[in-house]
């Protein structure tokens, strides 16, 4: 057998692009795949992702490479050894209060490490219906709370209710499980773009902060129900949510929704343990979730502790002083946080996801691909795409699942496939209509406000057609 030079990790991350060479690592063997990048079936882009570091966590959400024929054609682009590597540097917790944060896929788009906010490449966002657990973006305030499932308790309360303390395995066993297929977006998805018109204050979400899962729990109707609140209640009344993570003044996140919607059978809102049929992940509110679909997800609260019904919203700094919407001219001295309704329901979204602005595509026929979504259940009933900035439209195919009326809490997918000739330059446009006939906005100056939330105008994608 040949023996191979040894490199380490470092040297193995310098190539990451077809100029410095492209290196991936499968177990302790290193490849040199430069020359299979445009042969890959799934494509070029998908396996720079993966450049200058190890194969494993990628190929482990794509079965397709579980099989003998694809270890023996990496086989071929050998180029060495890893060598034998010295232990990483044990994270004092101590000192870092995010010392204890889970492990993350290193495909994430890492907008911030601590806390961590990261949200999946385009070019995966797409691949399925479900958004794989590990690629789910993740919006994180604080440090991962470490929660015991054992000593897990979830208080339920409020004023003519009982005082409800439920363990994990008596929140499973005493209520019935119900399922639901829910995309979760934050408020500041696409939030870049904002930002291009004119600076705002938030983190610069391209357009992965938006994610579909299948989740699992208790309906949140089911235990305040079983706590004694009515169906209906007299007057203003919300449902006030806490997680167990906390700020440095010791204040937990929270949030809350109106009664009304906590309550509905038609709402669908969970307490979720279950996504896309895995426990929940510590991201994700490990050990249980709130899932309000259709609503912003800033409401969805993970490592849920406690569930309030109060006459009031939530105290919350995310619920009174954040996630709000404002007209173009109110900055950071005029604001009054008072004076605007808490986000909830969130309005009609697309996105394109596949070319990547800058990309040169090829002559012959072009794929367009992207998700849309609108708030509130309201389906989306088209997406019309415009490869010339606009002039003119053509109705995307739409895929997705069936929803009941007026529950569709899940995105569809959709793609568009047309003939462009070499050298053009193309501008591509997306544009989603909701159940209502909502459309989105055509540019952003108009929905431009401080914070960055709501960011929801076409989406336009500029590429050229290579010769
Ligand atoms: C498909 C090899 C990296 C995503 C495939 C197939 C092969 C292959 C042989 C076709 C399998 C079949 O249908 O029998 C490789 C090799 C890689 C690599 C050698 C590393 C150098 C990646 C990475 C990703 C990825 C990093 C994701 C980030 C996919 C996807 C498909 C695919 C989504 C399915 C395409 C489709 O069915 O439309 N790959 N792959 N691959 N690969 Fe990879
Ligand atoms: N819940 C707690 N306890 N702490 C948080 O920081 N972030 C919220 C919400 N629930 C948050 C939370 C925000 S702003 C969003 S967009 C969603 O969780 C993101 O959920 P995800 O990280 O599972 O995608
Ligand atoms: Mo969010």
């Known amino acids: 057998a040949p023996r191979y030079p040894v490199y380490t990790r470092e040297e193995v991350r310098r190539h990451r692009s077809p100029g410095d060479r ?3 690592t499968h177990g302790t063997e290193v490849f040199d795949v430069t020359d299979f990048v445009e042969l890959h079936p799934g494509g070029a882009d998908k396996v720079l992702l993966a450049a200058g570091g190890a194969l494993e966590p990628f190929w482990a959400l794509y079965a397709v490479h579980s099989q003998p ?11 060495g050894e890893l060598s034998p590597e010295e232990a990483p540097p044990s994270p004092d917790a101590a000192q870092d209060p995010f010392a204890g944060d889970p492990p993350r896929h290193p495909g994430m788009r890492v907008n911030s490490l601590k806390p961590f906010n990261a949200e999946p490449p385009a070019e995966l966002l797409t691949e399925s219906f479900l958004t794989p657990n590990e690629l789910f973006f993740t919006r994180n305030h604080l440090p991962v709370p470490a929660v015991d499932p054992r000593s897990y308790r979830l208080r339920v309360e409020g004023p003519g209710g009982r005082a409800l303390s439920l363990s994990l395995p008596e929140l499973r066993s005493r209520f019935p499980k119900h399922e639901v297929t829910a995309t979760l977006q934050c408020a500041g998805n696409r939030r870049a773009e904002m930002s291009r018109v004119r600076p705002v204050k938030g983190l610069p979400w391209d357009i992965g902060a938006i ?22 209640r007299d007057g203003e009344w919300h449902v006030c949510f806490e997680g167990l993570d906390e700020d440095v003044g010791g204040a937990p996140y929270g949030a809350s929704i109106p009664y009304g919607r906590a309550v509905s059978p038609d709402a669908d809102v969970l307490l979720a343990y279950e996504m896309n049929g895995e426990e929940l992940p510590r991201d994700h509110g ?25 006459p009031a ?6 619920q009174q002083n954040d996630y709000k919407g404002f007209c173009p001219s ?18 009609v979204q697309s996105a394109i996801t596949q070319p990547r602005p800058g990309a040169a595509v090829p002559p012959g026929e072009l794929a367009v691909k992207g998700y849309a979504w609108s708030g509130g259940g309201r389906r989306v009933v088209r997406v019309d795409v415009s490869l010339d900035g606009g002039r003119t439209w053509r109705a995307a195919e739409l895929a997705g699942e069936r929803p009941a009326p ?4 899940a995105w569809v997918l959709w793609e568009l496939r047309a003939p462009v000739a070499a050298g053009a330059e193309l501008e591509i446009v997306c544009k989603a209509v909701d159940a209502s006939y909502n459309v989105q906005p055509d540019t952003v100056g108009p929905i431009w406000n401080l914070r960055g939330v709501l960011s929801n105008a076409w989406h ?4 050229t057609v290579a010769r």
């Open 22 to 24: 492209v290196w991936v």
């Open 69 to 79: 024929h694809v270890l023996e054609l990496l086989r071929e682009y050998k180029v």
């Open 211 to 232: 994610s579909t899962a299948r989740w699992g729990g208790a309906r949140l109707r089911d235990v305040l129900l079983h706590a004694g609140f009515g169906e209906r």
């Open 286 to 310: 490990f050990p249980v979730r709130v899932v309000v679909p259709g609503v912003v997800g800033a409401r969805s609260v993970k490592w849920l502790r406690r569930v309030a019904v109060s």
């Open 313 to 318: 919203e939530s105290p919350s700094h995310w």
């Open 330 to 347: 109110v900055d950071w001295d005029t604001v009054d946080y008072r004076t605007a309704p808490a986000i909830q329901e969130l309005p």
């Open 406 to 409: 007026g529950r569709a809490w």
């Open 460 to 463: 336009r994608v500029r590429v």
